[in-house]
């Protein structure tokens, strides 16, 4: 027994244990808290999609490493230089944003804020409800409407382009919003959860050669956001009152009451699939109809 005892006391006088004094753990708590503002502050700007594509990279420079792929290795070692400017442009927009909303941040309540959790649900039943009903009610009257519905991607940069509204998503507010030569029926309106966040947002017109010339600013701008986020975007065409929808850099035409609810139910809970469109019933553009 005693050999053993001997035996476990001398394995463990050969393990470093570290002195954890009061500034360690106050290190650890400031950093943590960083790494949390920083990732956080990532998953609502475009960043978040910029950065996993650094990751990729990052990713095959790993696995070249791993299996000695000298070709490669050379590649990433000749540009990686290159590579810190290109990521310091490319992400010049949101440094600088970040370092705004660095000098408003008030610390001490972010430390406390109980909003930090995310709702499963995306938005609500009559959310939905309210949607559709609005949408196909300027259909009937051929208002022209161009609805953006935020998932993962945060539209942040995009709403700041707009006026803010933040009020509850209702049929009579969205069809107000619309109405011709009222203040706010110009440009996008953005939804987020169960809220109308802004009007008369500007988007980005998409640059696709292979979209019908025939489609107007409206549809262009609601592909241009699909093609930069994940966002779904509701259009109805202010010449046909037709209901369309935007997602993954495609435009989905042709979509009844019905169809556009359900729709809108698979997005409420789930991440958005492509593919999963595709099964949608609906005319995919082809740059044949208009």
Not at 62 to 85: E, M, Q
Not at 177 to 189: C, K, M, Q, R, S
Not at 260 to 281: E, G
């Amino acid at each position: 027994m005693e050999n053993i005892l001997n035996a476990f006391s001398s394995f463990f006088k050969t393990i470093y244990f570290p002195q954890i004094h009061i500034t360690d753990i106050l290190e650890i708590l400031i950093i943590s808290f960083l790494l949390y503002q920083i990732i956080g502050w990532f998953k609502k700007s475009r960043a978040w999609t910029l950065f996993k594509g650094i990751a990729v990279l990052a990713i095959c420079w790993l696995f070249a490493a791993v299996f000695d792929l000298n070709t490669i290795l050379w590649i990433f070692r000749n540009t990686i230089s290159v590579g810190i400017i290109a990521i310091i442009i490319i992400f010049q927009p949101e440094l600088r944003k970040a370092l705004e909303q660095l000098g408003k941040q008030n610390f001490v309540s972010s430390l406390f804020d109980s909003g930090a959790m995310e709702k499963k649900e995306r938005f609500s039943a009559k959310t939905t409800n309210e949607l559709v009903k609005a949408v196909y009610e300027m259909s009937k009257n051929k208002t022209g409407a161009l609805i953006v519905i935020e998932q993962n991607v945060g539209l942040g940069d995009y709403e700041r382009t707009g006026i803010p509204i933040d009020a509850m998503v209702s049929s009579q507010l969205l069809v107000n919003i619309f109405e011709h030569n009222t203040p706010l029926h110009d440009g996008a309106v953005i939804m987020r959860n169960n809220r109308i966040v802004a009007a008369t947002c500007y988007l980005p017109l998409s640059d696709n050669l292979e979209i019908n010339k025939e489609l107007g600013t409206r549809h262009r701008a609601a592909i241009g956001i699909s093609e930069v986020s994940d966002s779904m975007t509701i259009i109805v065409s202010e010449e046909t009152g037709a209901v369309s929808v935007a997602v993954g850099g495609e435009l989905f035409r042709g979509l009844d009451a019905d169809n556009l609810k359900k729709k809108l139910s698979y997005i409420q809970n789930k991440s958005l699939d492509v593919k999963r469109f595709r099964l949608w019933k609906g005319k995919k553009n082809e740059g044949k109809t208009s």
